[in-house]
Structure formats: C-alpha cells, structure tokens
C-alpha cells in the first residue's frame, strides 16, 4: 500500500529538543496512513459487516415465527427489540470496559458472546429460549463501538473522515449476507429458519480471529493510561509495517504525552460529561441524533420488509434493491463530507430521508403508489438514511476525548438501541402505515435539527470540536490558496 507521510528525510531534519515530546496526535499523524491501518480497516469492517447480520436478521426471522409459532403482534415485536435490550445493557458495560481495561480485549469478549450465543439461537426449541439468546447476542453488539472507535484512534486526521465512512460499507455489505441467506435458507430450505440464524453466526467467529491476529491496543488509550512505552512499542510496529523507519519516525528517548501539543495536558473525565457546559451541551445533542438515528434506522428496515411481503413470502429483488441503495449512500458522503462537512451532510441526508419513508408509508398504505414507486421510495430513503447515520458514526468519536471515547459513544448509542426497541412496536404494531409515516417524518425532522446544533469536527484534532465555536458550514468556505477549510 502507498504510504501518504512526510519524508524520513525531513522527520530526521525536523527532531530537536523541542520535538522530543510529541503529541499522541502528532504521533499518528506521523504514522501517515498505510497497510497497518488497512489491516485494522477491515477487522473493523469485518465486525460491522458480522453485527449487521446479527441485528438485521430479526426483519426477516420475526415473520416467519409469527406463522410457524403463532406469535401475537406483541410476542413479534418483543422478538425484534430483544436485541435492542440486551445492546443497551451492552453497550453501556463495554463501553466502561474499553476505557478501563483496553479496547482490545473489550473487542475480543463481545466477539466472542455474539458468536457463540448466535449458533445458540439456532437450536432454541420455544419462544422464551429463543428472546434470552437474541438479547445475549444484543449485549455482545453493544461492543460494536469499540473496533470503530479502535480504528478512529489510528487514523490521520486527513484520512478520517473518507476511511470511517467507508466501513459503513461493510454494514451494508452483511445486510446483503443477510438476505442472500434468508433466500437461501428460507426460500431454497423451505423455510429452515434454523439454518439461517446458524449461517449469520458464521461472520463473527471470522471478525474475531482476524481481530485477534491484526488488531493491537490503542496508543491513545496506553498513553491516557500512562503506559508511554507500551504505545511506543506499538507505534514503531505500525511504522514499520507502513515502510517507515521506526528509529526516525519515533527516535530513542522521544516522548508520547496527551494534550493539544506536547507538555500540556488536556485530560477529560467521564464526570466532565455532565457537569461541564460545553460536554453537557454536546451530550444532550448527540444523544437526540442517535435517538432519531437508531430509531429511523430499524423502522425504516421492518417498513421495507413488512411493505415487500406477504405472509411469509418475500419479494426479495425488491427488498435486495433496497439494501444496495445503502452503497450509494456511503459513496455519496465518502465524496461530499471533507467538502461540506459533517454537520450539513447529517442535516441534509436526514430530511430526505425523512421524506422519502415518509412517502413510501402513505404510498403504501393508501394504495396510490405503484410498486415501482415504492421501490423507488425504498431505495431512497434507505439511501439517505444511511449517509445520515454514517457520518453521525463517524462525528462521534472525533467529538470526544480519549479519555471517555469508548464510553462517551457507548452512552449515545444506549440511546439508539433504546429507540431501536421501540421500533417494532410502532412499525410492526396495529398503527396503520400512513400513522407510521407521520411518525418517521417527524423524528427525521428532529434528528436533523439535532444535527445542526453539533459541532463541526472536520479537519481538527480529534476530542476539541466541542470547544470550539460551532461554525456548521465551514466546509463551504474555501481558504487562500484555493483548498476547502
């Protein structure tokens, strides 16, 4: 892989006595971007690819059950949120554990609980077995956070923004997996739901092996823990791995400190989060756009499955032409967000999104659409969606501290899982659609609102976005020599 850094030639010019204490900032940044940080892109991707799985299956499973058991509308909407349940119990304990004892090995366990208790669910003989397996599972992809923000940790900041967005991609891939193997399983299997958990499983043992093969410790987190030499040691490994000297990126004797620049400290405490102003502000509008986020997410995949099928038939080109709108999606943000910026990508992809559910929920349940129409409104709104969660996946490590990232993100994305519970109790509940799609329009509308009032972190040192000024479309405004700033 080509590597984008600045020259060992002028690193070794550069280094004096005032450049030996550096930045954990200044560290990665000095790594460039090269085959080291792809290893650890696609573990990360692998996990997202695994967990989509996992969490998406329910669309399909939930309504085979509903038949083959006899489930009430309630027993089904309890099935899908189990997941959502046992993620928030989830995320809010791994999310300590990343900032406590490590993201590695806080990675590894919630690999390892989904896997395991995901082959379990294939082997559950009644309802209540079944729920406690899914919501164990849910609890595992409460750890989704960590390989993400893992990954965040190592990335340049030139390199951020376009390579945390591109792992959304592999989201989209696993809800690809997803339907290929409902199709087979459930289509080609006559119905064997058995084998359809059993092979969405599979994913997750392989994001966990390579994990334990590619994926070291976060410096920044080492270095927030005192444990300099440790990051050293891994820093030089990355730079080797990137074709870099690692006695002149990273000489005998230089030092790895926290704070804006070397010397200063700049630590941040989960307390800061709720009793500093500008931490508390960022907190409450963050957890509003994950809220609408999660919740917009999931209804918006149980309205396109329930408004595809009929009993327990699929119509599965149309909901496998949804899904791929969701690559069009990542592409669009991966193009448009160092430009614009990630608060006005989020505003935007949010309102069209909100609009195009909309529509397909009245078109629908009203009867004046056509079929193409509403395949149309699906991959639309499936598009916009998902460039509206992704850049919010990507903002939210870059706006907190190291300090608390982990736990910090886990405690938003408590939030999604709460609201993403909910969602099939509205969407697969006896609201009729039209009441659904007044309902999804106007959480877009808050979601995208909340959006807006968030920092822009485009471009600056990961964890100081909050503060700074909120100057939303900075990223309009080109510079002197002609560059976006």
Known sequence: QPVDIPSSRKLSEEQDETTMRISIEESIERLGMGSFQYR???????????DAMEVLLLS???IVLRSEWNLTTHQTALLTSSVFVGALVGTLTFGLLGDRIGRRPTFLLSAVIIGVFGLLSAFSLEYYSLLITRAIVGAGIGGLT?????????????????????IQGFWTIGNLLVVLAAWVSLQLFDENWRLFVAICAVPCWISALVGLMFVPESPRWLVSSGRQERALDILRGAARKNGLDPTVVFPEGIQIVTGDVA????????VDLVTTKHWRSLIFWLSLVWAGMGFLYYSNILLITLVFASDTTFDYRAILYSVVAELFGVAMVIFTVDWWGRVPSQVFAYLVAGICVGLLSLGDGMGFASRNTLKALAFGS???FMSASSVTWTSTPELLPTEIRTTGHSMVNAVARVTGAVSPFVVQSNLTEVVVGVILTSVSIVAAFSSWMLPESKGIEMGTAAKKPRSPFVGLKPNTAGSVV
């Open 146 to 166: 960590i390989p993400f923000d893992t990954m965040a940790e190592f990335l340049p900041a030139a390199h951020r923004g376009t390579k945390l967005l591109a």
């Open 263 to 270: 010397g200063e400290s700049s630590s941040v405490g989960f």
């Open 382 to 384: 499936r598009w916009f």
């Open 60 to 62: 399909f499973l939930s």
């Open 40 to 50: 650890i892109f696609v573990v990360s991707g692998l996990c997202f690819a695994a």
